[in-house]
């Protein structure tokens, strides 16, 4: 009757272990580690970013393998954030500044812009940009913006002064109108629908809602861009990082919950697309400041650096969803509990 009893208590002890709630700072601390193996060492720059909250939050190791912030400062004489454009495809072109990103694609009938950085910045690094390449700016047909914050929005004026078709997300137009920010306002124009198609020329460019980073968060595929006789699929991660704020109207805690299931939902769509090209709107996120210096040193035979395959674009929506879980989880169960 003993052993029975004690058998019944095992038994009793086991089932109650089995329906116990998984501890919170267990489960940080797998999420971070199995993001740290995903980013491998090419995505350890972003890993770092999105997991920075959650390492600090569980005790993790620190990231190790960083890479360069900003790109070179090529012209002080234009301004500490100026840097020189770069044809990275035959198509493909960055337009943007040391830190923050523009990305053109030329098409048979004109230009496609993904973001616009700041009005201070915009006429020398994307017009003048184009002319240093030897392109004419008046062939810009579209400019498409990623999130509305200013670095990114704040040229949009600018540019569709120029001619240019501006495209937000719903959601980025009424914060973009609503903001009270120093910059002129662009007047509303498209309002880019999950899978929005822009066909220009040889070219097509597919918008997705990716919300989370803001609740209008625009994410594109480019198809194609060519490096000489090879063509490629490219995709911009429209907003990286968590630094949204906490509101009773807008919860932070939702906003993680939406960018990890908007960067789930971009991965399936990457995958199906074949994309092989990551791009970001901000240069070490999507290792420009290394990849960039590379393709002056470029051979006829070297393989191109942005051309990462498509399992490595997997692996960086990956780290950024389960980043984004791992923050929801350390904010509300240990960060949260500290503070009480």
Same mark, same amino acid.
């Given at each position: 009757m003993?052993?029975?009893?004690? /058998?019944?208590? &095992?038994?009793?002890?086991?089932?109650?272990a089995?329906? +116990?709630?998984?501890?919170?700072?267990?489960?940080?601390?797998?999420?971070v580690?199995?993001?740290?193996?995903?980013?491998?060492?090419d995505?350890?720059f972003v890993?770092?970013?999105?997991?920075?909250?959650? !390492?600090e939050?569980v005790?993790a190791?620190?990231?190790?393998?960083a890479?360069?912030?900003?790109?070179?400062n %090529?012209?002080?004489?234009i301004?500490?954030?100026?840097?020189?454009?770069? *044809?990275?495809?035959?198509?493909?072109?960055?337009?943007?500044?040391?830190?923050?990103g523009?990305?053109?694609?030329?098409?048979?009938?004109?230009? $496609?812009l993904?973001?616009?950085?700041?009005?201070?910045?915009v006429?020398?690094?994307?017009i003048g940009?184009?002319? *240093?390449?030897? !392109?004419d700016?008046?062939e810009?047909?579209y400019?498409?913006?990623?999130?509305?914050?200013?670095?990114?929005?704040?040229?949009a004026a600018?540019?569709?002064e120029?001619? +240019?078709?501006?495209i937000?997300?719903?959601?980025?137009?009424e914060l973009?109108?609503?903001?009270?920010?120093?910059?002129?306002?662009?007047?509303r124009?498209?309002v880019?629908t999950?899978?929005?198609? $822009?066909?220009?020329?040889?070219h097509?460019v597919?918008t997705?809602l990716?919300?989370?980073?803001?609740?209008?968060?625009i994410? %594109?595929?480019?198809?194609?861009v060519?490096?000489?006789?090879?063509?490629?699929?490219?995709? &911009?991660?429209?907003?990286?990082?968590f630094?949204?704020r906490?509101?009773?109207?807008?919860? *932070?805690q939702?906003r993680?919950v939406?960018?990890a299931?908007s +960067?789930?939902?971009?991965?399936?769509?990457? %995958?199906?697309?074949g994309?092989?090209?990551?791009?970001?709107?901000?240069?070490?996120?999507?290792? /420009?400041?290394?990849? $960039?210096?590379?393709?002056?040193?470029?051979?006829?035979?070297?393989?191109?650096?942005?051309?990462i395959?498509?399992?490595a674009?997997?692996?960086y929506l990956?780290?950024a969803?389960q980043?984004?879980?791992?923050a929801?989880?350390?904010?509300?169960?240990?960060?949260?509990?500290?503070?009480?």
């Amino acid at each position: 009757m003993k052993v029975e009893r004690v /058998s019944q208590f &095992v038994a009793a002890v086991v089932v109650f272990a089995a329906c +116990a709630p998984p501890d919170p700072a267990e489960e940080v601390l797998e999420l971070v580690e199995s993001a740290r193996a995903t980013a491998g060492a090419d995505h350890q720059f972003v890993f770092g970013e999105l997991c920075e909250g959650p !390492i600090e939050a569980v005790g993790a190791p620190p990231v190790i393998g960083a890479v360069p912030p900003s790109l070179p400062n %090529t012209d002080p004489a234009i301004g500490d954030w100026y840097t020189d454009p770069v *044809r990275v495809f035959d198509d493909l072109f960055y337009l943007g500044q040391t830190r923050f990103g523009v990305w053109g694609l030329r098409t048979s009938e004109g230009i $496609i812009l993904v973001d616009a950085i700041f009005d201070y910045s915009v006429e020398a690094e994307v017009i003048g940009g184009l002319e *240093r390449l030897g !392109i004419d700016p008046g062939e810009i047909r579209y400019v498409i913006i990623s999130h509305a914050h200013g670095d990114h929005v704040g040229g949009a004026a600018f540019l569709q002064e120029y001619g +240019a078709r501006v495209i937000m997300g719903e959601a980025d137009w009424e914060l973009y109108e609503s903001s009270d920010a120093e910059y002129a306002t662009a007047t509303r124009d498209i309002v880019a629908t999950d899978g929005y198609e $822009i066909r220009l020329g040889d070219h097509v460019v597919t918008t997705h809602l990716t919300p989370g980073h803001t609740h209008g968060t625009i994410s %594109t595929v480019m198809r194609e861009v060519h490096d000489g006789d090879e063509a490629h699929v490219a995709a &911009v991660w429209g907003g990286t990082l968590f630094n949204f704020r906490d509101s009773p109207d807008d919860p *932070r805690q939702q906003r993680l919950v939406d960018y990890a299931e908007s +960067a789930r939902r971009f991965r399936e769509i990457t %995958t199906e697309a074949g994309v092989d090209i990551l791009l970001s709107n901000h240069p070490p996120y999507d290792g /420009s400041t290394v990849k $960039i210096p590379m393709l002056a040193g470029r051979g006829a035979a070297d393989p191109h650096p942005y051309v990462i395959g498509q399992d490595a674009v997997s692996r960086y929506l990956t780290v950024a969803e389960q980043c984004a879980v791992a923050a929801r989880i350390a904010e509300s169960e240990l960060v949260g509990s500290e503070a009480e």
